[in-house]
Every structure is written in C-alpha cells, then in structure tokens.
C-alpha cells in the first residue's frame, strides 16, 4: 500500500480517469481476498505473503480514487466540514463493516463446527483410529490411562475447532471477494470530477 499509493496520486495527476482507478483497486482487492480463501492452517508466512501485496496494492488505488472523488465537489469553504462528515461516515462503515463480518464469522464457526462433528460421527472407525493414536502417544509420554483418554478427547475436539474457525474465516475472504466484484459496477454511477 505504501508503494502504490504515490503511484495512484501520480495517475491522479496525470488526469486518469478516478472511476477506472477506483475499480481497478477494487477488481485487485477482490482478487487478494479469493486468493486468502485458499489458505489453511498448515499455512506458513510467506502463503499470507502474495495475498497481502496483492490486496494492499488493491486498497491504494481504492482510498487515494475514493477520497479524491469524494471531495471534489465540495466548495474549498465547507471543506472542513466536507473531511469530518466524510471521516464520521468512513469510520461508521468501518465498525459495522467489522461487526457483520465478525458475526457472519461466528455464524459460520457454527456451522462448519456442526458438520465437522457429523463427518466425524459418520466415518467413527477413522475417528476412534486417530483417538487411539493420540491417547497412545500421551500414555508413553508418561499420563495415565484415564487421563491420556481425556486429553486425547481434548486435542481432537481442540482441532476440530481450529479448523471449523479456519473454514469460517475462508468463507468471509469469498463474500469479501464477492462484495468487492459487485462493488464495480456502482462506482460508474458516480460523475467523473472535474480538475479545476
């Protein structure tokens, strides 16, 4: 974002369109959260790597265009007003951005939980195998038979968590995705501004 962000005042400058810009950054951010839903959780840095570059180039060419073409038509008298009502509104769309998000998340933590736990209930040989294996493993490392069986119980359902949370977390990257495509069209309601 920081690299692209001169590049996006630079086109500005040069009297580019801010609509295709705008759009551009938003076609580019789409395509940095589809390529997010790709990762999992044997995930490492440089997996999240790509996918960060391509999004953040995408988010400077969508907020330098944005708040361009936003105060435009503003008289440079009301100005002050003009950035404070625009920061509210950013601001605003922020936390409800963040907390639909959060809750869709939630939403589908639950429900991925729900069908992990009936796939594991369905394939019970291949479950009771890998609950034997990790109670084994905690039994030689020194816990008691009782307690290895417990703690095995644990870290089973433990994964099962993590990869319930992973999956939700693939799913909002895929409406982010999706929200960011649809987003397009819109922009070229918008009047192209005027350089004075």
Same mark, same amino acid.
């Given at each position: 974002?920081?690299?692209? *962000?001169?590049? !996006?005042?630079? /086109? =500005? #400058?040069?009297?580019?369109?801010?609509? $295709?810009?705008?759009?551009?950054?938003?076609?580019?951010?789409?395509?940095?959260?589809?390529?997010?839903?790709?990762?999992?959780?044997?995930?490492?840095?440089?997996?999240?790597?790509?996918?960060?570059?391509?999004?953040?180039?995408?988010?400077?060419?969508?907020?330098?265009?944005?708040?361009?073409?936003?105060?435009?038509?503003?008289?440079?008298?009301? *100005?002050?007003? !003009?950035?404070? /009502? =625009? #920061?509210?509104?950013?601001?605003?769309? $922020?936390?409800?951005?963040?907390?639909?998000?959060?809750?869709?998340?939630?939403?589908?933590?639950?429900?991925?939980?729900?069908?992990?736990?009936?796939?594991?209930?369905?394939?019970?040989?291949?479950?009771?195998?890998?609950?034997?294996?990790?109670?084994?493993?905690?039994?030689?490392?020194?816990?008691?038979?009782?307690?290895?069986?417990?703690?095995?119980?644990?870290?089973?359902?433990?994964?099962?968590?993590?990869?319930?949370?992973?999956l939700s977390y693939l799913d909002g990257f895929?409406?982010?995705?999706?929200?960011?495509?649809?987003?397009?069209?819109?922009v070229w309601i918008m009047k192209k501004p005027?350089?004075?």
């Amino acid at each position: 974002t920081l690299l692209m *962000m001169p590049i !996006a005042g630079f /086109l =500005i #400058g040069r009297r580019w369109d801010m609509r $295709a810009l705008l759009s551009g950054g938003l076609v580019v951010s789409g395509i940095g959260a589809y390529m997010f839903s790709y990762l999992n959780t044997n995930a490492g840095p440089w997996n999240f790597f790509w996918p960060q570059v391509v999004m953040g180039a995408g988010l400077s060419f969508m907020f330098v265009p944005l708040a361009t073409i936003t105060v435009a038509p503003i008289p440079q008298e009301e *100005m002050g007003y !003009a950035t404070s /009502l =625009i #920061g509210l509104a950013r601001n605003l769309g $922020a936390g409800i951005g963040i907390s639909v998000f959060t809750a869709f998340e939630v939403h589908r933590q639950q429900f991925h939980q729900v069908r992990l736990a009936g796939a594991t209930a369905q394939n019970h040989s291949a479950a009771t195998g890998m609950l034997s294996e990790v109670q084994a493993y905690l039994w030689q490392r020194g816990e008691s038979l009782g307690v290895a069986a417990h703690q095995a119980q644990g870290v089973l359902y433990h994964q099962m968590l993590q990869h319930a949370a992973a999956l939700s977390y693939l799913d909002g990257f895929r409406v982010m995705a999706v929200l960011l495509f649809a987003a397009v069209p819109f922009v070229w309601i918008m009047k192209k501004p005027h350089f004075k």
